[in-house]
């Protein structure tokens, strides 16, 4: 129905909107602890969220799974867990050393990264993807390289969790339709809590009154960023075609850049903004341009790339819950 479709397409504005925002929060949040620290605390609390829904949902169910299925659901959980953990804290650490406008961009780089490492697996890519991961790729290099040809070495960190965005969404895409999503989800989003606070404890200084100082960003990054911003995106895509969602989650890119401009006073030169259009373009065209795939390959790969949203990632849409 048209009324659905515009709520759909209104919830995921929204969403685009959250995770935008919530690069802003992370790099916030580093002003008073470490980039693992913030990572496993927002995670823990989305955890922390999401547990007593679980619970209610299996007193609703009154049903629990066989164990054989709790095996497969922990090594699913486990191994999206593993990669979320990887890429988010590559994010992070990458937002220390370069702008929000440029990891929002980069990190927008997966809605190409996706079908190109499908090539991995036997999938076939259209024209389009080309296309736009050659306009993606100019836009990075006059988003990035400065004087002297040198790359920040941020903006390397960010391309790097993009590919590790581009893994993680694969691996959503073979679990999320064999498990419980929003099992799935506890289970892969305290994975990274847990590897994020091993980091932490090895490598930063812990301190009670800095996690005090960073509570705001730690509470609207798991809050908004994970728990509500993958549940919005969860209930919007019930009801909207997968490439038009990606289109518009893809959009936490623009929405990225505009928070960091108001709420940080970041701003790009000319070129900047050039090589922010051009990437923004080459995401586009890879999810519009008219795959040359065959039939019955185009669903499993159009949900595949709209579940590419997260992260944080994120990265990041992907179907978390």
């Known amino acids: 129905m ?4 515009l709520r759909a397409d209104l919830l995921m504005l929204l969403t685009a909107m959250i995770w935008g925002s919530a690069f802003v929060a992370q790099r916030l949040g580093m002003d008073s602890i470490g980039p ?13 969220i999401l547990l007593p829904l679980l619970a209610l949902q ?28 990887l890429g988010i804290n590559l994010q992070q650490v990458g937002l220390l050393f370069t702008s929000v406008t440029n990891s929002g961009f980069i990190t927008g780089l997966y809605v190409i990264i996706v079908p190109l490492l499908g090539l991995l697996i036997g999938q076939r890519t259209g024209l389009g993807i080309w296309l736009g991961a050659s306009l993606a790729v100019l836009g990075m290099f006059l988003l990035s390289v400065g004087e002297g040809f040198r790359v920040a070495s941020g903006d390397w960190l960010q391309l790097a969790g993009a590919l590790v965005w581009g893994v993680h969404v694969l691996l959503v895409g073979f679990f999320a339709g064999r498990h419980d999503p929003l099992r799935l989800a506890v289970v892969q989003f305290a994975t990274c809590a847990l590897i994020s606070l091993l980091l932490a404890v090895t490598f930063e200084e812990i301190r009670l009154a800095s996690i005090i100082a960073a509570s705001p960003a730690i509470l609207y990054g798991g809050l908004f960023g994970v728990a509500i911003g993958f549940t919005l995106q ?12 990606a289109i518009i989650l893809s959009l936490e890119a623009v929405f990225a850049a505009i928070a960091g401009a108001w709420l940080l006073g970041e701003a790009l030169e ?8 051009l990437m923004f373009a080459g995401m586009l065209l890879a999810q519009l341009w008219p795959k040359t795939l065959p039939a019955q390959a185009q669903p499993a790969l159009r949900e595949t790339c709209a579940n590419a949203g997260a992260a944080d990632h994120p990265g990041r849409p992907r179907e978390e819950l």
């Open 270 to 277: 000319l070129r900047g903004y050039f090589g922010c259009a």
């Open 234 to 245: 969860v209930v919007a895509q019930k009801h909207a075609i997968a490439s038009h969602a």
């Open 58 to 85: 299996q007193h609703r169910s009154r049903s629990a799974p066989p164990p054989q299925a709790n095996r497969h659901l922990l090594l699913g959980g486990g191994l999206m867990g593993l990669a979320l953990a």
């Open 2 to 5: 048209p009324s659905h479709a």
């Open 36 to 48: 693992f620290l913030y990572s496993g605390l927002r995670f823990a609390l989305a955890v922390s």
